[in-house]
C-alpha cells in the first residue's frame, strides 16, 4: 500500500492511515513516523516503525544520528 495522507487539519477531516499496512488513527499520533518520498508525506502506525526502523536510519545522514 502506498497511499500519501495528509494529517486531518480539523475535525472531520479524514483519518490518517498507515501507508504499509493501512492502519488508521483519528489524529496522528505522537508515536506515528512521518516521511517525506518524492514529495508527499507518509505515515506509519507505531508497530510498521518499530518493524522497519533499521531501513529507516539507513535513509539519514550520519548528522541526523
Request: aromatic fraction near 8%; charged fraction near 20%; charge should be negative.
Amino acid at each position: 500500500m502506498n497511499e500519501r495522507t495528509p494529517p486531518p487539519a480539523q475535525p472531520g477531516a479524514p483519518n490518517v492511515v498507515c501507508s504499509r499496512c493501512g492502519a488508521t488513527a483519528d489524529s496522528l499520533p505522537v508515536t506515528w513516523t512521518c516521511s517525506v518520498e518524492n514529495g508527499g508525506r507518509l505515515y506509519f502506525c507505531d508497530d510498521c516503525a518499530r518493524a522497519h526502523l533499521r531501513a529507516i536510519e539507513s535513509r539519514l545522514d550520519s548528522s541526523w544520528w
